[in-house]
Every structure is written in structure tokens, then in C-alpha cells.
């Protein structure tokens, strides 16, 4: 034993003189690269997962690859061993991302990318001309959209939990992530937008069986997602493009809910009107597979979770108590994200967090330091005289008028709004809805509408909302060129205005323009 602890006493000395010649003289630093390899070694064993699904896949190439969820899912499939390779439009935050991840994004279409992959998936925004896609067709590879392929990986996890509703998925998403990570349940996420403390990445690769996704309803992709728990926030009319309307989105929501697992959970907001319709046609079914649901409200004592001694400060930012009904304490949160839909989303947070053990104390800390995602309320600039500039991804009526509100609570001088109308579709079937959507907005400036994925029959334009709004005495004005936006902008601000970007589309770009 004796000699066994001077061999090690004379190892470890000899270590420490190496290190110290290593750091004086700068040698090649091969003390450094083992401890990093070291590292990789144990964060690959941490973030990898055995798709028993994929077991003979070895490369998948990815078309549309630099999208919110797509980017995500790439990594997963990159540190899983996977070989992945992947085309998109154009450059960007996410397609640099992937490059740092050792996947090599091509830019544009290229069919030859796809001749010795196991499988192709795209993205629904592609055109079924995509050369890439029909390349796949043609040799008989497998090819799946992105929904269908992301609900095949959600089956090697046991407690999948999906944050659905029409508006507040990407915040609440992120609460609830940080809630679990905090909480250390150490839980995989996919969320529609960055966050700060995902390391600004829209994706976290964790080491359990819980993996929280944000769950959209357009062309009906959440009902390609097994869950163990569904949290539905709101449902309102939006993506009539595909929905013929507020009953055909109910109708999908009620499919989305009877898609949970026996003995899962649902959580649902109590002041919803469309929830509660929804939720009173599927209970029978629910309670068949022994679903619990938990619902949560801003004050309706009868909700498991509900706000209490609500105040809001002159920041905007809300205050509220919710009481624990098993042990009758109250709990004291304190936001700061401004505005009462944030109040909504985090009641959905806690609710969730809740029905998965996790202490009402523990969650605390981490909703007063959420800052939010990006893009939704983020603080881009300070011009000086506390002129500031925000910009957020609001792109439908409720959204906008919810957004204003919160701007509208932080007491500005003026609020000067710059919205984009996104896809025509939603601006002509909700143009009464926008029309009325600005009152709390002193300035609405429109470009012309983001086209996204459609394209203009020329029965709708900017001009039509900006007669709808002026109608409606709202001041507001058509400029078509962001440069000219930015100088208009510049002429009418002054001294504590609020100078707003909203949409889906590229106005974001303006709020860094100033």
C-alpha cells in the first residue's frame, strides 16, 4: 500500500511540473486536447439516444434544413451518430449554427446531395419540384416531412409533453423548459425560437425521458406527435389557408388531445371559451384512458391553478400569488415580461411543472429571471433620450393587441408600431380583426405584406388595412421600403417613445437598423 502511494505522489508531482513547463514555454498543448477530448467523449455519451426506429439509417439529409424545428432536429440526429447533411434557400442564424455542428448546409437545391442517403427529410415549405425531393423519389429513397419524421423520434421518449394553442407556444415552451432544467429534470427541448439560457440555440439535447416540444396546429402537424402531456393555451381562429375555420380548428385540437397516452396529463387555460368547448367533448374519452386534467386561470377559484392578489408595476410586469390546494401555502411570483398574456403563459408553466412533481418553490427563482425569447418583446436598442427599440413575432390581431397593451403599461410617450402583415391569407380573412387590433399604438407603419410560402393573387395588399385602420382613426401610413421606414421613424420619434417592430416576416431586420 505503501508503495502504491508513493508511485501515486511521484506521478501526480511529475503532472504538475509537466503543466507548469507546458504553460511557461507554450508547448504543443496535448494536456489540454486530452482533457477536451475527454470532455466530448462524456458530453456524447450524455447527448446521445438510440432511435430503435432508425436502425438502419446511417446518413439523412435534410431538405429546408435551416428552419426553426428542422436546425434542432439535425443536431439531435448529429449527436446521436448520425451522418447529416442538408440544403436551404439562404444563410442565416441557423444554417451557421449547423456548420458549428459539423454539418455542412448546401445553399440552394443540389440533387446529387441526396444519391447515398437512407432517408430524406424535408420541410412542408418546399415545392414538390424541389429537384432535391424528386432526385429522392426517383431512386426510390424514403423520403418524410418534417412533422411525420419529428413524431417517429418522439416515440423513443416516454414523457414527450407538447405545448399547443394558438398563441403563447414558443414563451411558455421556454418557461417550462427552464422550469424543468432548473428543477433538474434534465429534459431535451425543441422550442420555436432562441433563448438566452439554451445557449441562444432553439434546441437542448438533455439525458431523460422528458422531452418538451412546442406543438403547432397548422396543416394539423401536432397530431403527428405522441404525448405524454399536452398543455393547450388558447384557440383562436388563425392559418385559414388551411382550416376552413374556429369549428375545423377545434376539430383538430380535439385529435390532438385524445392523442395522449393512457394515464397523461392535460392542461388547459379555464378562461378559453374554445378550450372549455373543446375540453367538454372529448372528457368521456379522456377519462377512459385515465388522462388527469388540470386547468389553470387568471382568477376562477375553481381552476387547480389560478392567480391571486394580481398587481402590475409600472414596468409593465406582473405580480401574482397561486396557493397550493394540497397544502393550502401561497407562493409569491414575480415576472419580468411585461403584459397579461405573460401572466397566462406562466400560469400554463407552473401548471405543467406541477403536474410533474416539480415544488411550487422551485419554480420561483426561475420565472422572475425569464427574460423572455427572442423576438417576443426584446429590447434591440436604446437610441438615447430612452427612446427604445422593441421587436416582436405578433403576426395575428390577438397577438398584436396584446403586445401593444404591454408596451402600452410601460407608460412610453408615444408608441410608433411597425407592422408586416404576414402572408396574404391571414391579412384578408383577419383584416377586421387587424383593423382593430392598434388602438394602443400613436404610429402604424406598414410595408407590404410578407408573402411566406403563398403567392399574391393581387385580391389583398397593405393598402387595404392601412383604409381600414385610418377608418378606425388610427394614424397610420403605408411605406413600402424598410431604409425609408427607419428615416420616417427617425423624423417623428422623440424622448421616451417606444419604437415597436411586429410580425413573422423579415421586419425584424429594421429594429436592428437604427
Known amino acids: 500500500m505503501l508503495r502504491l502511494y508513493n508511485f501515486l ?11 507548469m513547463i507546458r504553460q511557461k514555454y507554450l508547448l504543443i498543448d496535448y494536456y489540454s486536447i486530452f482533457l477536451y477530448n475527454v470532455k466530448i467523449k462524456k458530453d456524447v455519451k450524455k447527448m446521445s439516444k438510440t432511435f430503435k426506429n432508425l436502425s438502419n439509417v446511417k446518413k439523412i439529409h435534410m431538405i429546408g434544413i435551416g428552419g426553426v424545428s428542422m436546425s434542432g432536429i439535425a443536431v439531435v440526429l448529429k449527436k446521436a451518430g448520425f451522418e447529416v447533411t442538408g440544403s436551404d434557400r ?4 441557423m444554417t451557421d449554427m449547423l456548420e458549428k455542428n459539423g454539418i455542412h448546409v448546401f445553399i440552394g437545391s443540389n440533387a446529387d446531395l441526396v444519391r447515398d442517403a437512407d432517408i430524406v427529410v424535408y420541410t412542408s415549405a418546399i415545392s414538390q ?13 424514403p423520403t418524410m ?18 405545448i399547443a394553442g394558438t398563441h403563447g407556444k414558443t414563451t ?7 422550469i424543468f432544467i432548473d428543477a433538474g429534470y434534465d429534459p431535451n427541448v425543441q422550442v420555436g425560437g432562441k433563448h438566452k439560457k439554451l445557449d441562444n440555440l432553439n434546441y437542448r439535447i438533455g439525458n431523460s425521458e422528458y422531452f418538451i416540444l ?95 392578489n394580481m398587481s402590475c408595476n409600472i414596468k409593465g410586469f406582473y405580480s401574482f400569488d397561486v396557493t397550493d390546494n394540497a397544502t393550502g401555502k401561497t407562493y409569491s411570483y414575480y415576472l419580468t415580461v411585461p403584459g397579461i398574456h405573460n401572466v397566462y403563459d406562466a400560469l400554463a408553466a407552473i401548471t405543467t411543472a406541477h403536474a410533474h412533481g416539480i415544488e411550487f418553490e422551485k419554480m420561483k427563482k426561475t420565472l422572475n429571471e425569464f427574460c423572455g425569447a427572442k423576438r417576443r418583446f426584446e429590447l434591440k436598442d436604446n437610441l ?33 408600431a411597425i407592422f408586416q402583415p404576414h402572408t396574404f391569407s391571414r391579412t384578408k380573412e383577419l383584416l377586421d380583426d387587424f383593423a382593430s387590433a392598434f388602438y394602443d399604438a400613436d404610429v402604424v407603419i406598414i410595408p407590404d405584406i410578407y408573402p411566406a410560402r403563398e403567392i399574391d393573387d393581387g385580391s389583398i395588399s397593405s393598402c387595404d388595412l392601412i383604409d381600414k385602420l385610418k377608418a378606425n382613426k388610427v394614424n397610420a401610413i403605408y411605406i413600402k421600403d424598410f431604409n425609408e421606414i427607419v428615416k420616417y421613424v427617425k423624423s417623428i420619434m422623440e424622448p ?16 436592428e437598423m437604427f
Not at 129 to 141: F, M, N, P, R, T
Open 9 to 19: 505522489l511521484y506521478f501526480s508531482s511529475v503532472f504538475a511540473i509537466f503543466d
Open 90 to 93: 439562404s444563410y442565416g442564424d
Open 129 to 141: 419540384h424541389d429537384s432535391e425531393y424528386v432526385k429522392a423519389k426517383a431512386l426510390g429513397i
Open 145 to 162: 416531412e418534417r412533422a411525420k419524421f419529428l413524431g417517429m423520434l418522439l416515440k423513443n421518449y416516454e414523457i414527450p409533453i407538447c
Open 172 to 178: 411558455t415552451t421556454s418557461m417550462t423548459s427552464l
Open 214 to 308: 412546442e406543438a403547432c396546429e397548422y396543416v394539423d402537424s401536432f397530431l403527428n406527435f405522441p404525448h405524454h402531456t399536452a398543455t393547450i393555451l388558447n384557440i383562436d381562429e388563425d392559418h385559414l389557408d388551411y382550416f376552413s375555420g374556429i369549428e375545423e380548428i377545434k376539430e383538430s385540437f380535439k385529435k390532438f388531445i385524445l392523442n395522449i397516452k393512457k394515464n397523461g396529463y392535460l392542461i388547459m387555460n379555464k378562461d378559453d371559451i374554445n378550450s372549455m368547448d373543446v375540453l367538454e367533448h372529448v372528457k368521456d374519452e379522456l377519462k377512459e384512458k385515465n388522462v388527469t386534467v388540470y386547468t389553470f386561470s387568471l382568477s376562477d377559484p375553481t381552476a387547480n391553478i389560478y392567480a391571486k
Open 384 to 416: 438615447g433620450n430612452n427612446i427604445l427599440v422593441y421587436d416582436d413575432y405578433s403576426h395575428h390581431p390577438t397577438e398584436v393587441k396584446a403586445t401593444l397593451a404591454a408596451a402600452k403599461q410601460k407608460h412610453p410617450n408615444k408608441i410608433i
Open 496 to 511: 421616451n417613445d417606444i419604437v415597436l417592430t411586429l410580425g413573422a416576416g423579415d421586419v425584424t431586420k429594421i429594429s
